[in-house]
């Protein structure tokens, strides 16, 4: 398991389960929200936004922090070993940009883009209440689409990040197969 992604709603903790496996596997972690945003919060264009993405991702090692579906999906897809679903409750997602907003307000991150500060934002939030409806099926339909192959884990506790991250051995992965038939439904 050299070549993960990490999926969820904004708020679900994806970022964080991205740094602490590329710690626990000592991969490369390629944020796609450092790829995509301009200084300011300006979106790229999506050709040159799929070159750094295909560049970022062309080594044999790395975790992907995030899908961008129907920018970049398609290529972390088709390279991809892991897909790894983080499934949250909405209220916890809101909470958790709340919480960011308020206490990490105009403070930068080596997630967020030079020149993106961590702000509040009602897109975002907005976005994160409609992620089980709106987005998460289109994920799943370019999943299908591009990276049937890929096994997915499932997560949807904290017990569940834990347990993941606690079968990993630095080097190589935990015995995948049992692990997607445990989280994949």
Request: hydrophobic share 40%; proline share 6%.
């Amino acid at each position: 398991m050299r070549r993960i992604i990490v999926v969820g709603s904004q708020g679900s903790g994806k970022t964080n389960l991205s740094r602490n496996l590329g710690r626990k596997l000592e991969l490369p972690v390629v944020h796609l929200d450092v790829l995509y945003w301009q200084p300011g919060w300006k979106a790229s264009d999506t050709a040159s936004f799929r070159v750094r993405v295909a560049d970022a991702i062309a080594g044999d090692e790395w975790i992907v922090d995030g899908s961008f579906s129907g920018l970049a999906f398609d290529l972390t897809l088709a390279r991809a070993e892991t897909l790894v679903v983080i499934d949250r409750p909405r209220w916890l997602c809101q909470w958790r940009i709340l919480w960011r907003s308020a206490f990490d307000r105009d403070t930068t991150r080596p997630d967020l883009p030079k020149g993106c500060p961590e702000q509040f934002d009602w897109k975002l939030m907005r976005e994160a209440w409609r992620y089980d409806t709106e987005r998460a099926p289109v994920i799943e339909t370019e999943r299908i689409q591009y990276g049937a192959h890929v096994p997915v884990v499932r997560l949807r506790s904290d017990r569940d990040i834990m347990d993941f991250l606690g079968a990993l051995t630095p080097g190589q992965g935990p015995s995948l197969p049992a692990v997607a038939q445990r989280r994949d439904p």
